[in-house]
Nanobody, 122 residues
C-alpha cells in the first residue's frame, strides 16, 4: 500500500489550494490529513471515516477546508480555501483503521504519504 501526496505550493493569504493523495492497494477504514509546521509537532487536520461516511476537522480549519475521497479513483482530497499564513506546513495524508475515539490521533494510521509543502504568504 502506498500514498502519494501532491498539490502543495506557494500561495498568498486568502487563496485556495487542493491537495491530492493517490492511494494504491487495499482500502482502509479511515483516511486523514495531518500537517507539520516548522518547529512544531505534527497535528491533525481532517479525517474521513468510511463506515458511516463521517468527517472530522480540527477547529482551526472548519468552514475553510473540505476533505473528500473518490472511491473509484482511490484518491483522497483536501480542498483548502481562505488560506492563512498559519496554515503553512508540510501536509501528510494517512490511511488506517483507527478506533472511533482515535480518529484524530496519528498513532491510528498505518500508512503515510511523503508530504507536500504548503506555504501561505501574508
Amino acid at each position: 500500500v502506498q500514498l502519494q501526496a501532491s498539490g502543495g505550493g506557494l500561495v498568498q493569504a486568502g487563496d485556495s489550494l487542493r491537495l491530492t493523495c493517490a492511494a494504491s492497494g487495499r482500502t482502509f477504514g479511515s483516511y486523514a490529513w495531518f500537517r507539520q509546521a516548522p518547529g512544531k509537532a505534527r497535528e491533525f487536520v481532517a479525517a474521513i471515516r468510511l463506515n458511516g461516511n463521517r468527517i472530522y476537522y480540527t477547529d482551526s480549519v472548519k468552514g475553510r477546508f473540505t476533505i473528500s475521497r473518490d472511491k473509484f479513483k482511490n484518491t483522497l482530497y483536501l480542498g483548502m480555501n481562505s488560506l492563512k499564513p498559519e496554515d503553512t506546513a508540510v501536509y501528510y495524508c494517512a490511511a488506517g483503521d483507527p478506533i472511533l475515539s482515535a480518529v484524530r490521533a496519528s498513532e491510528g494510521y498505518r500508512v503515510w504519504g511523503q508530504g507536500t509543502l504548503v506555504t501561505v504568504s501574508s
